[in-house]
C-alpha cells in the first residue's frame, strides 16, 4: 500500500511538471492514470484539484472536436466534479449535451454557467442558440438582446443576434445586426458573408456576389465562402466560375455536400445548355434552306395537287354512294312490302286497319335504313374526309396568299392587309370558298393572282 501511495504521488507530480510545462499529451495521459488509481483515502490538495480539472476540462475539448461526444462528456463531469464553480466547463458540457440532442440537461448546464458567470458572453450565445433550435424564439431574442447591451462594442454581439433573426426569417433585422458588425469590425468575415446570404435570398446577386468578394478577401479558408459565392455565381448565369468555386470549397472541406451537389448541377446546366445550342444552330440551318418563298410555294402546289385529288376521289365516292341509294332504296321497300303481304293473308282478305298499315310503313322504313346503314356509314365518311381535304386546302391557299402578300412592296402591302377578315383571312379565299362565292373557283379573274392584282391600287394612268 506505502509503494502504491509512493507511485501516486510520483506520478501526480509528473503530471503536474507536465502541465506547467505545457506538455499536454503527457499531462492528459498523467491526469487519466491519476484518476484511475487514486487511492479512495486520498484527497486532493485545491490546488491539485485545478490541475486535475483544467486538465479534463482541456480533454472534454479535444473530444468535442472529433466529435466523440461520450468520451468528451465523461471528461466534463469528472471535471465539474474537481471545480464546480468554473462557468466554462458548464458551458462545454452544455455544448457536449446539445450535441447529444439532451437538450434539457444543455439548457441546465447553460443557466448554471450564466447563474456562475452573469457576465458570460459564452453563456448567453449557446442558451439562446439552444432556444432557436429547439423553437423558444422569443427567449433566444431576449439572450440575444442581452448579449447586444452587455457587449455593444463587440461585433460578434450583432453578429450572433443577426444570426438569430435570420433563423426566424426576419431578414431586414439581421440586415441592420451584420452590418452593424461590419462597422465595428471591418475584417469580420462571416458578417459579410451572411450579408451576402441575404441578398441572394433578395434576388440582389451582384451585391450578393461583392460581399461574397469581401468575404474571400478577408479569409481565403473558409469553404462556406466559395460555395455561397458559387451560388451566387450560378444565379448570374456565370457558371464555369460559379463550378470553379464549388470545387475549391470541396478542396477545403470535402464534406460539404451542398457543394457537391450545386457542382453537379451546374455541370448538367453547362451540358444542357450546349446541347440546345447545338439543336438550335441546326434547326435555323435547315429552316433557313427551306424558307425560300418560291420553294415553300412549290412544296404548297404540290400537297394542294393531293388534296385535290383526294378530295375529288371523295366526292367521287359520295356521288356514288347516293346513285346506290337512290337505287336501292325503293327496290327494298318494294321487295319488305311485298314479302309481308304474302304472309299476311288475313290482312289481305279483310282489310288492314290504319294502325297496321302505319307499323308496317315504319318497320319497312326502319329495315331499309338498316339494311343500307354500311352505305349510309361510308357515305358518312367519305363527306368528313371530304370536309377536311377541303379547309387544307382553304389553309395552303391562305398560306400561298401570305406568301404573296410578304412579298409585295410598297402600297401593295397596305392594300392587301385591308382586306383580311377578323380570322386574318384574305378576301380572295372568301371569295373562293363562300357558298355563294363558289362559282368564282373556276373564273380567271377570281383566281388567285388575279384577285391580287383586282385588290392592288390602280394605276392614276390606266
Not at 446539445?98 to 452573469?118: G, S, V, W
Not at 426566424?168 to 459579410?192: L, P, R
Not at 441575404?198 to 461574397?212: D, K, M, P, Q, V
Amino acid at each position: 500500500m506505502a509503494e502504491d501511495r509512493k507511485e501516486f504521488q510520483r506520478r501526480l507530480k509528473a503530471f503536474k511538471d507536465a502541465f506547467d510545462a505545457e506538455d499536454w499529451d503527457k499531462a492528459i495521459e498523467g491526469a487519466r492514470w491519476v484518476r484511475e488509481n487514486k487511492p479512495s483515502d486520498y484527497k486532493f490538495s485545491d490546488k491539485n484539484k485545478g490541475y486535475l480539472s483544467e486538465t479534463f476540462g482541456a480533454s472534454g475539448t479535444v473530444f468535442l472536436g472529433i466529435n466523440a461526444f461520450k468520451q468528451a462528456l465523461s471528461d466534463f463531469d469528472y471535471a465539474i466534479t474537481l471545480s464546480p464553480g468554473k462557468a466554462r466547463l458548464f458551458i462545454n458540457r452544455g455544448i457536449t449535451h446539445t450535441k447529444l440532442k439532451d437538450f434539457e440537461r444543455a439548457l441546465a448546464d447553460y443557466n448554471k454557467a450564466i447563474e456562475l458567470e452573469p457576465n458570460s458572453q459564452d453563456g448567453y450565445t449557446n442558451r439562446g442558440t439552444l432556444y432557436l433550435e429547439i423553437g423558444n424564439r422569443d427567449a433566444a431574442i431576449r439572450d440575444f438582446d442581452t448579449i447586444v447591451k452587455g457587449w455593444p462594442k463587440e461585433a460578434k454581439s450583432y453578429f450572433e443576434r443577426g444570426i438569430a433573426y435570420n433563423s426566424v426569417g426576419e431578414h431586414d433585422n439581421a440586415f441592420e445586426d451584420f452590418n452593424t458588425a461590419i462597422e465595428i469590425d471591418s475584417g469580420f468575415a462571416k458578417a459579410y458573408c451572411e450579408l451576402g446570404v441575404i441578398h441572394r435570398e433578395r434576388g440582389n446577386f451582384e451585391e450578393a456576389l461583392s460581399t461574397y468578394n469581401q468575404a474571400i478577401i478577408l479569409d481565403k479558408s473558409d469553404a462556406t465562402f466559395y460555395y455561397n459565392r458559387g451560388i451566387a455565381l450560378g444565379h448570374l448565369n456565370r457558371n464555369d466560375e460559379a463550378i470553379k468555386d464549388f470545387e475549391k470549397a470541396i478542396e477545403l472541406n470535402p464534406s460539404l455536400k451542398g457543394a457537391v451537389h450545386n457542382r453537379a448541377i451546374t455541370i448538367g446546366k453547362i451540358e444542357a445548355e450546349k446541347a440546345t445550342k447545338t439543336i438550335k444552330e441546326s434547326y435555323e440551318e435547315r429552316l433557313s434552306s427551306i424558307t425560300k418563298p418560291a420553294d415553300i410555294d412549290k412544296r404548297f402546289e404540290a400537297r394542294k395537287k393531293i388534296s385535290e385529288e383526294r378530295l375529288n376521289r371523295y366526292r367521287n365516292y359520295t356521288a356514288g354512294c347516293i346513285g346506290v341509294l337512290v337505287f336501292l332504296v325503293p327496290i327494298i321497300w318494294y321487295l319488305l312490302s311485298y314479302e309481308i303481304e304474302l304472309f299476311d293473308v288475313d290482312c289481305k282478305e279483310n282489310g288492314c286497319s290504319n294502325f297496321f298499315l302505319i307499323a308496317k310503313n315504319i318497320s319497312i322504313t326502319v329495315t331499309t335504313l338498316f339494311l343500307l346503314s354500311p352505305i349510309f356509314i361510308f357515305l358518312s365518311y367519305c363527306n368528313r374526309n371530304a370536309r377536311i381535304e377541303r379547309h387544307t386546302l382553304e389553309d395552303y391557299d391562305r398560306k400561298s396568299i401570305m406568301l404573296l402578300i410578304r412579298n409585295q412592296e410598297g402600297a401593295h402591302i397596305q392594300t392587301l392587309m385591308e382586306h383580311l377578315d377578323k380570322r386574318g383571312t384574305p378576301e380572295v379565299l372568301n371569295k373562293l370558298y363562300h357558298p355563294k362565292q363558289a362559282h368564282a373557283q373556276d373564273s380567271q379573274q377570281d383566281s388567285r393572282e388575279g384577285l391580287l392584282k383586282s385588290l392592288s391600287p390602280k394605276n392614276p394612268a390606266d
